[in-house]
């Protein structure tokens, strides 16, 4: 039957509710739906990141996630019972600096009531049992549990629907990699008693495996270890003495350990899907990829799958979708997850690693991480803000098709360069107001910069020309340096911004005046000269068809 869903999106964890909540902001028509009848009573994933919330700011929840979680600046690191580094998230730019720690099943909650508020109901108990696609679209067979079925045709398809994907599966898509060796122990259990800083998390690494201490608040602290390589209890469900008896050696036996949540044990995989895309269908989150857990990066992956995919649906929904704007959901965010999955590799080895040498030696470059640059080095990689999309084939660099003078006139190395992610900076019309409210899940945003002797008329004729030619994808925004020309207003073009002491040119990397344009996933798509309107017609040109 034919159906208004524009997109139909399969799997209601924190994958998909993320990209049902980006796609109505951006007001394409969506069904979820999920084959559980209710939320999962396992907390799963507790972790958020800084470029997570980052993307959830621009979705309008960021907010109600901060009033559930409990906020981390740092993360001790201990070699045995010393230690040995301390991880400063809380030195890094973002009006996040921190990791937030909320049971999965909360995050869903707050996701759910916001699609709820938006008039979109999580469809429960309701399974893909199998899709075909030709030109016209992809055609879903939905079954529900106790009975009912329903056969819809939808133009685009999502699978969110975990590390067994249906979608996947009926795709007949590649998963490669292995199931690592490691035999992990978790447990969310109360501690009344606890001795380390409360509002910090703490690692340990001790011979063959870690022993890690999250923070979930009143007085429910996530417990995460690992069985050394032979162990005669691999296989079995963990218990609080199993815990204890690893505690102790560390000067930590004295915890009163309560009330689990639960207790549980795994081996995780690390597998990679062989493409994101066929057709008009779609795997994203642990459909797409799924890694240890060493780096918290499984969920927060995810939910940069979804806004990286959610602005691009929104031009295929309306038609206008070049092929090679679909193609790069793929290019991107494979690569993204090989680049993950290298840096878990690099902390596998330095935990578990089998070689004494090499154990010790990784151990000994925990100390390096004491000299600031490479602590910063460190936790952005982990925290996900210098994922970048340079190499991207809808990414473009500075655009200039009069020629390249007035490019390397305008624009100087060091600052954001096409494909980063928007940095974290500040605007004034009045009141200080950070990038991330002013971008706009649902747009493309023009910058036009106007550096130290703005020519408001070369401003104004930019702005003119991004409305006539490409107001449906974008809005534009007028930033001066120190202070806003006399006598200049928007006339209705775009807002006005003052840059204090010029710290956004100098972030965006605008030497003079320019244009810097950021996609609605928040990194930079193209930049180019303030007199050469036709780098912002190549952009589109791209996307466009």
């Not at 007949?172 to 990699?177: E, K, P, Q, R």
């Not at 044990?265 to 994101?276: A, E, G, K």
């Not at 605007?427 to 408001?456: F, K, M, Q, S």
């Amino acid at each position: 039957m034919s159906d208004p869903t524009e997109v139909l999106i399969v799997g209601a964890g924190p994958v998909g509710l993320c990209l049902a909540l980006a796609l109505d902001q951006q007001g394409v028509r969506v069904r979820i739906i999920d084959k559980e009848p209710s939320f999962s009573g396992e907390s799963k994933a507790v972790t958020l990141q800084p470029r997570t919330l980052e993307i959830f700011q621009m979705l309008g929840v960021a907010d109600r996630l901060l009033k559930d979680g409990v906020i981390n600046r740092v993360m001790n690191m201990h070699v045995g019972r010393e230690r040995v580094t301390v991880l400063r998230y809380d030195r890094l730019d973002s009006a996040f600096a921190f990791y937030l720690h909320l049971h999965q099943g909360q995050t869903e909650r707050v996701l759910v009531q916001v699609l709820g508020e938006r008039g979109i109901t999580v469809e429960r108990a309701t399974a893909l049992e199998g899709l075909h696609q030709d030109a016209g679209g992809v055609t879903a067979r939905l079954v529900r549990t106790g009975g009912g079925s329903e056969e819809i045709t939808v133009p685009f398809l999502v699978g969110c629907d975990g590390g067994h994907s249906r979608v996947r599966a009926a795709l007949d898509l590649g998963f490669s990699g292995a199931r690592h060796d490691d035999n992990w122990i978790m447990t969310d259990v109360r501690i009344p008693n606890m001795s380390l800083a409360r509002d910090e998390r703490h690692g340990f690494i001790l011979d063959r495996f870690p022993f890690v201490v999250l923070n979930l608040g009143n007085d429910y602290y996530r417990l995460i270890a690992a069985r050394p390589p032979g162990s005669p209890l691999a296989g079995q469900v963990p218990t609080l003495e199993e815990f204890r008896d690893i505690m102790t050696p560390l000067g930590l036996g004295h915890w009163q350990l309560e009330a689990p949540l639960w207790l549980t044990h795994y081996r995780p995989s690390q597998r990679l899907v062989s493409q994101y895309r066929v057709g008009r269908v779609f795997v994203a989150g642990d459909a797409a990829h799924v890694n240890t857990p060493i780096a918290a990066q499984g969920l927060n992956t995810g939910v940069l799958d979804a806004i990286n995919l959610a602005w691009k649906l929104r031009f295929a929904v309306r038609g206008k979708a070049s092929t090679a704007l679909l193609d790069s959901y793929h290019a991107e965010r494979h690569a993204a997850a090989v680049t993950m999955f290298a840096q878990n590799d690099r902390l596998t080895t330095l935990v578990f690693g089998a070689n004494p040498l090499l154990r010790f030696l990784a151990r000994k470059q925990l100390h390096l991480l004491n000299l600031p640059a490479l602590n910063l080095r460190n936790v952005l990689g982990t925290s996900q803000l210098d994922v970048h999309y340079r190499h991207s084939p809808v990414v473009q660099p500075a655009l200039d098709p009069r020629g390249t003078r007035a490019s390397r006139a305008s624009f100087e190395r060091g600052g954001a360069r096409p494909g980063d992610r928007a940095p974290h900076l500040l605007l004034d019309a009045g009141t200080a107001t950070p990038l991330y409210e002013v971008l706009r899940a649902d747009h493309h945003t023009l910058l036009i910069l106007g550096g130290e002797r703005p020519d408001t008329a070369a401003m104004r004729a930019m702005a003119t020309h991004a409305r006539d030619k490409h107001g449906e994808w974008l809005t534009s925004h007028f930033v001066f340096n120190g202070q806003v020309a006399p006598g200049f207003d928007g006339g209705g073009l775009g807002k006005v911004w003052t840059d204090a002491h010029g710290k956004a040119h100098r972030a965006l990397g605008v030497k003079r005046a320019g244009c810097v344009v950021i996609r609605p996933d928040a990194h930079l798509a193209t930049r180019f000269p303030l007199g050469a309107p036709e780098g912002l017609d190549t952009y589109f040109g791209a996307l466009l068809h």
